[in-house]
């Protein structure tokens, strides 16, 4: 009895390790905060891939960037990786005529590439190195200093440091949330839906 009492005990402190140690990227849900929009609706009902008329919005600078990114939210990920990165790289690249990812960064608004960096990262949120780099490029390129386009670069970059350190993943979504110089342009839901998760690892300081 005592012996299932240990395993029953062990299980449980990996079983919590494991839910801590959760990706910032997996965990964090707000496309049901814009579920009224028929966009974020259509890739919530679909099984990972994202269609033509999704790919269009997408890759329209002219759509609101939180709803482009809760369409990317919408589709999520899975174990085996979804095609959205890749998806939206082949539609962009025939788009804006770009050879590789390079030329299509250098070409793409500060909003799109945000998206495709956000997307990228969702594909493969076990290496985030190059979509850290595109989103990076893109707060860059943020000249409409759009909340939406620093938050999403700041979340693709707890990702990276849930490997490498949990002391920098809430301080760096705070810094944004704390820069009164960018534009509100995401729902305070969404917000406070990426903080839910985000917040735990704010004693880790």
């Not at 449980?12 to 990227?25: C, E, H, M, Q, T």
């Not at 949330?177 to 534009?183: A, C, M, P, T, V």
């Amino acid at each position: 009895m005592k012996t299932k009492k240990m395993l029953l005990s062990l299980a449980l402190i990996l079983w919590s390790a494991v839910a801590w140690a959760d990706s910032p990227l997996t965990s964090t849900h707000f496309a049901q905060c814009y579920s009224d929009n028929a966009m974020v609706a259509m890739a919530q009902s679909l099984d990972g891939d994202l269609n033509t008329t999704l790919l269009n919005y997408l890759a329209d600078k002219k759509s609101p960037v939180a709803e482009r990114l809760a369409i990317i939210n919408a589709v999520g990920w899975n174990f085996d990786g979804k095609t959205t990165g890749a998806q939206l790289f082949e539609f962009l690249s025939k788009r804006y005529k770009a050879k590789d990812e390079k030329a299509l960064a250098k070409k793409l608004d500060a909003g799109t590439l945000a998206v495709y960096a956000y997307a990228k990262a969702m594909s493969n949120y076990f290496d985030v190195n190059d979509a850290m780099a595109l989103a990076g490029m893109a707060v860059s390129k943020n000249k409409k200093k759009s909340f939406s386009v620093n938050l999403i670069a700041a979340l693709i970059r707890t990702q990276y440091y849930l490997d490498n350190d949990w002391s920098m993943i809430y301080p760096t979504v705070n810094q944004v949330l704390n820069d009164g110089s960018l534009k509100l342009d995401m729902r305070q839901s969404a917000i406070d839906s990426i903080m839910e998760y985000i917040g735990i690892y704010e004693g880790e300081q």
